[in-house]
C-alpha cells in the first residue's frame, strides 16, 4: 500500500525567476533583443510611445474621499498632488510621466525613488531608468521582495533601496520574474528588427548612388588588367555618380555596362513595414492611424473615422494604463501622507477631448433615464460626475405624468368642485397642453439658479471681507481678553459691532444685494418670455412685464434682512473669540467666515438656498405678470409632482385646479422654500 502525503505550506516561497533565454525567441537561435537593443533608435517603438506621453496630460491626477452617501469629494489640496506636480527642482509632473511611460512601455517597468524629508516624508520624486533598478527577494525564498539593487553608473556603486522608497509601475507581472512587469513589446522583437533592418538595407542602397551599383566588362569574353579595371572603376565613379548622375558615357573599346541589383519598386518594403507597425501598435493598445503610421491610414479610409480610432486609443492604451498608475500610487505613494483610509487616486478624464462625446452620450442617457422616470436625480449627478446634494434624491416626473396603480385607467381627479376649496379643475386636454410650459420651466431652472447661485456667493464673500477690512482698526484698539463681568463683556461687544457696522456702511451693501435679485429676476422673465411660446403667448419681453417682476426681486431681497443677520454674526464671532483666546487676526476671520455664512454657518449653502428658493418664485411672478400682460388672468395649478411619499397631500389635491392671478401670486408667496409649485397660463376650454 502506497500513502500519499500533503504538505501545506504555511508561508510563500518565491524563486529568483527564470532567464529570458539571453533574448532568445522561440524557433530561432538569433538573439533579437540584443540587435534591437533598448528600442529608443527605433521609429515603430518611439512613435506611439511619444503619442501616449503628448496625450496623457489631457487626464488630470486627483484625491478623492468617498463619502457616506457614496458620492466622491475631490481633496485639491491633498500634499500627494502638490508633490507629484512639483516633484524635484529640475522638471514637473509632465516631464516626470513621460519619462514613467518610456520606461513602463518598453520595459513593463516605470521607477520612482523617493527623497525623504528629515521627518520621514517624501519631499522628492525621481524617475530612474528601468535598467539601474532591480527587485530583489530573499536568498532563501521567505521574502517576495526585500530592497532594489539601484545602479546608477558613471561609476556611482550600486546602492540597495528599502521598498517603502521606490515607487514601482508594473505591466502586470512577468510569470519568468514576478517581481517585474511584463514588457509589452517583448513578443515584437522581431518585427521591431525587421523595421531596423529594411530601414537600414534601403539607406544602404541610398547611400550607395541610389541603386547597388552596376557592372562593367568587356564585351565578347575579352579581359582587362586589375590597373585597368581599377582605373575604369575610379574613372566611372568620378563621372557618372552624385551630381554627374544621367551624362554620355563613351568607352574606346567594345563594353557591356550591366545594372545589377534593384530598382526603386523593387526597393519597396512598406508591406513588411506595415506589419511591424500594426503589431506594435497592437501591443500598446494604440490605433496605427492615430499614431500617423501609413498602415493604419490605410485602414482608417475603409473602417473607423478618426474621431473614433482617437476614442479608442483612450479606451484600450491610455484608460488602462492610467488605472495602473492610480492603483500603484494608492499602495506606494498616498499612504506617506498620513491616513489614507476612504482616499482613492483618480485620473479625472472628464476634460479629454476625444472623450466628449462618450460625456455627451452619457449625458443624454442619463438625462432620459432621470426623467423617466427610472433613475434618480442624484443617481445621474454622481455618474455624470457632478456634485450630489441631500435634495437630489428623488426620482423626476415630467409635469404631464400622472402615478396610478398598475391596471387602473389615469384619470385626472374629477370635477367634483371639493378639493382645495371647491376650485373648478382644468379637463384632461389642458392640463395636457399647459403641460409642455412646464417642463420648458423646470429645464430652465437648474441653469438660472447656478447663475444665481454664482453671484450670491461672491456678494457674501465680498461681504464678509469688507466686515473683516471695517473691524480690523477697531479690533486693535479693544481689549480682547474675557470680561470679569458678563455685563460689562456684553456692553463693549455691543459698542463693538455697532462701530464696525457703521464702518460697514451697510446700505451700500443692501443696494447692491437688492441690484443682483432684481438682475436675476429679470433674467429668468426674460427665459419664461421664451418659454411663452408653448403656451401659445408671444416670446417677448414688454417692458411693463419686465418692470414689475424686477420690483418683485427688490422686494424680496428685503425679506433677507442683512442689518439683523449680520449684527448677529458680528456678536457671535467677537464672542467667540474671546471665549477662545483668539487675537486680532483670528478674530477678524472669524468675523469674514461669520458674516458672510450668516446662520448657514458657510456662503456656499447660503446662496444655494437662497438661489433655488427665489428661482422658483420668480418663475411664478414671471409666469403670472407675462400671462397677465397678455389679457389672461387664470392659470393652472401644476404641484405635488414628487409623490405621496414626499408631496403634501394638499398640494397633490390642488394639482390641476384652475385659480385667478391674485389666488396665484398669494399661492407663490407663501410657498415652502423647497416647493414645487408651479403655474401655466389657463385659455379655457375652447382653445
Known amino acids: 500500500m502506497f500513502k500519499r502525503f500533503s504538505k501545506a505550506l504555511s508561508a510563500m516561497r ?32 518611439t512613435a506611439p510611445i511619444m503619442w501616449i506621453q503628448r496625450a496623457m496630460p489631457e487626464a488630470v491626477l486627483t484625491v478623492r474621499r468617498r463619502k457616506t452617501d457614496g458620492s466622491h469629494e475631490e481633496i485639491p489640496t491633498h500634499k500627494m498632488l502638490e508633490l507629484v506636480a512639483r516633484p524635484n527642482p529640475f522638471y514637473g509632473d509632465i516631464m516626470l510621466w513621460a519619462a514613467t511611460l518610456l520606461s513602463y512601455l518598453i520595459d513593463g517597468n516605470g521607477y520612482w525613488i523617493k527623497v525623504r524629508s528629515i521627518i520621514g516624508r517624501p519631499a522628492e520624486l525621481w524617475y530612474v531608468p528601468h535598467w539601474t533598478m532591480e527587485p530583489k527577494g530573499s536568498d532563501d525564498g521567505s521574502e517576495f521582495l526585500t530592497h532594489y539593487k539601484y545602479s546608477p553608473g558613471g561609476g556611482v556603486p550600486p546602492i540597495d533601496l528599502e521598498p517603502d522608497d521606490v515607487v514601482h509601475f508594473r505591466h502586470g507581472l512577468d510569470p519568468r520574474n514576478p517581481r517585474k512587469g511584463l514588457s509589452p513589446l517583448a513578443g515584437v522583437l522581431r518585427e521591431i528588427f525587421m523595421d531596423l533592418e529594411s530601414s537600414n538595407f534601403v539607406a544602404s542602397l541610398l547611400r550607395n548612388m541610389g541603386v547597388p551599383g552596376v557592372v562593367i566588362s568587356p564585351k ?122 476612504g482616499l482613492k487616486t483618480h485620473f479625472d478624464t472628464s476634460e479629454v477631448l476625444a472623450l466628449q462625446d462618450d460625456m455627451d452620450k452619457a449625458a443624454t442617457r442619463w438625462t432620459t433615464l432621470a426623467g423617466g422616470p427610472i433613475a434618480k436625480v442624484s443617481e445621474a449627478r454622481e455618474a455624470l460626475g457632478l456634485e450630489v446634494l441631500p435634495e437630489h434624491d428623488f426620482y423626476f416626473r415630467p409635469a ?68 473683516k477690512d471695517a473691524a480690523g ?19 463693549s461687544d455691543e459698542l463693538l ?33 421664451e418659454a411663452a411660446n408653448l403656451a401659445g403667448i408671444s416670446g417677448s419681453l414688454p417692458d411693463p412685464v419686465a418692470r414689475a417682476v424686477a420690483g418683485a426681486g427688490g422686494r424680496r431681497s428685503g425679506l433677507v434682512d442683512l442689518s439683523k443677520q449680520t449684527r448677529a454674526a458680528l456678536f457671535d464671532a467677537i464672542a467667540e473669540g474671546r471665549a477662545e483666546g483668539e487675537g486680532v487676526t483670528q478674530v ?13 454657518q458657510t ?53 390641476g385646479s384652475i385659480v385667478t392671478a391674485a389666488e396665484a401670486s398669494q399661492l407663490a408667496s407663501d410657498e415652502h422654500p423647497n416647493g414645487t409649485l408651479s403655474f401655466a397660463p389657463y385659455f379655457g376650454e375652447d382653445n
Open 473 to 491: 482698526p477697531l479690533l486693535d484698539a479693544e481689549d480682547l481678553t474675557p470680561k470679569d463681568l458678563p455685563e460689562a463683556e456684553t456692553k
Open 588 to 600: 477678524a476671520n472669524r468675523i469674514a467666515g461669520y458674516v458672510e455664512g450668516g446662520h448657514w
Open 220 to 341: 565578347d569574353g575579352g579581359s582587362v588588367s586589375p590597373e585597368d579595371a581599377a582605373a575604369t572603376k575610379a574613372w566611372f565613379q568620378a563621372n557618372f555618380t552624385g551630381d554627374r548622375r544621367g551624362g554620355a558615357l563613351v568607352m574606346g573599346a567594345p563594353t557591356t555596362v550591366s545594372e545589377f541589383g534593384f530598382n526603386p519598386q523593387q526597393m519597396n518594403m512598406s508591406e513588411s513595414r506595415d506589419v511591424a507597425e500594426e503589431r506594435v501598435c497592437a501591443c500598446l493598445g494604440v490605433p496605427a492611424a492615430v499614431v500617423g503610421f501609413g498602415a493604419g491610414l490605410q485602414t482608417s479610409k475603409v473602417g473607423a473615422t478618426m474621431s473614433e480610432l482617437m476614442k479608442l486609443a483612450w479606451r484600450n492604451g491610455l484608460l488602462p494604463i492610467l488605472r495602473v498608475f492610480a492603483d500603484e500610487l494608492d499602495r506606494s505613494l498616498l499612504p506617506d501622507f498620513g491616513n489614507a483610509t
Open 603 to 655: 456662503a456656499e449653502t447660503r446662496a444655494r438656498t437662497i438661489a433655488r428658493t427665489e428661482t422658483k418664485y420668480a418663475q411664478n411672478i414671471s409666469t403670472i405678470e407675462r400671462a397677465k400682460a397678455a389679457g389672461l388672468e387664470q392659470f393652472i395649478i401644476y404641484d405635488g409632482r414628487l409623490g405621496p411619499d414626499r408631496s403634501d397631500p394638499d398640494h397633490i389635491a390642488r394639482n
Open 400 to 467: 404631464m405624468s400622472l402615478e396610478t396603480p398598475a391596471g387602473v385607467r389615469p384619470e385626472l381627479p374629477a370635477d367634483t368642485g371639493k378639493a382645495f376649496g371647491a376650485k373648478s379643475r382644468a379637463s384632461r386636454s389642458a392640463f395636457r397642453a399647459g403641460a409642455a410650459f412646464i417642463d420648458a420651466l423646470q429645464k430652465q431652472e437648474g441653469p438660472l439658479q447656478k447663475a444665481f447661485e454664482r453671484r450670491l456667493k461672491k456678494f457674501f464673500a465680498d461681504f464678509g471681507n469688507a466686515a
Open 14 to 45: 518565491h524563486g529568483a525567476g527564470l532567464p529570458f533565454a539571453m533574448g532568445l525567441l522561440k524557433r530561432t537561435r538569433y538573439n533579437y533583443k540584443k540587435d534591437v537593443g533598448d528600442g529608443l533608435d527605433s521609429s515603430v517603438v
Open 497 to 529: 459691532v455697532a462701530q464696525i457696522l457703521d464702518r460697514l456702511g451697510i446700505d451700500a451693501h443692501r443696494t447692491t444685494f437688492q441690484k443682483i435679485y432684481e438682475a436675476h429676476y429679470v433674467d429668468t422673465a426674460k427665459k419664461v418670455s
